[in-house]
């Protein structure tokens, strides 16, 4: 089957099984959740804000202040963010405590390696009362399983079959992909879970050719008829600082 057959036959899928889903509607749906929460008097602080490529982490000029960091140094060249800051250690200590209002992260807590010294940092650069709103995949869910049992360069070559930039695909550690650990997380860092949503939608890793999309879809309406959110495909989660300096353990200098 040629590329544009393959497409055509997407499309028509896609309007027939999913009319209700845009492309990246995980990040449609995170950036939703993230306008709530931010006002013109926000000082936020975006976590792998990379090149600033991705139209729905966009948010310059809604908020006060917009940081952006990376362990890649094309974060310099972002200039969707006020101020970019290269954290090559993937550590905040470079930024100030108590300073920002909102911390968010996209497909970013998949990636890191030391989740215990992130979620203390966050809330360290966090003011009292601060939030942060994370998206990520569900550890449970088959993406990442399967995403365990192969090896990067596996996962680049199938990244770029779906049309992403090689560039873009990063290791993966999948240790904080979990309701579980996510509260154990936050317990730890003296953060307070808000609130742990999960979410199914269109199987984007399974479009490439109708028999897996059909598969795909079959997994998609039985997860979301029988409510089984520890199989579903996306973890938004919203963590928040105490109210009070004394509430709060002491995380400066981690």
């Known amino acids: ?121 966050v809330a360290r650069v966090l003011k009292p009362g601060g939030l942060f709103l994370g998206k990520t995949p569900n550890g449970t869910h088959y993406v990442p399983i399967i995403a365990r049992l192969t090896p990067l360069s596996l996962h680049k070559t199938f990244n770029k079959l779906r049309g992403r930039d090689v560039v873009d695909t990063f290791p993966t550690r999948y240790r904080a992909n979990s309701r579980r650990a996510l509260s154990r997380l936050a317990r730890a860092s003296g953060l307070e879970v808000v609130a742990v949503e999960f979410q199914e939608g269109r199987p984007e890793y399974l479009r490439f050719h109708p028999l897996p999309y059909f598969l795909g879809m079959a997994y998609e309406r039985t997860v979301n008829a029988l409510g089984l959110n520890a199989l579903k495909a996306v973890i938004y989660v919203t963590l928040r600082t105490a109210s009070e300096f004394g509430a709060r353990p002491n995380t400066r200098g981690v």
């Open 1 to 121: 089957m040629s590329q544009a057959g393959s497409s055509s036959i997407k499309s028509r899928l896609d309007a027939a099984w999913y009319p209700e889903f845009e492309g990246e509607w995980d990040a449609r749906a995170f950036r939703q959740r993230v306008l709530k929460v931010i006002g013109p008097q926000t000082r936020m602080l975006d976590i792998g804000a990379g090149r600033g490529a991705t139209p729905h982490m966009q948010y310059k000029g809604l908020v006060a202040e917009l940081v952006g960091v990376d362990v890649d140094p094309v974060v310099l060249t972002n200039t969707q963010v006020d101020r970019a800051v290269h954290t090559p250690d993937g550590r905040l200590t470079a930024l100030e405590s108590d300073y920002f209002d909102v911390v968010i992260s996209k497909d970013v807590l998949e990636h890191v390696e030391d989740p215990e010294t992130f979620f203390r940092e």
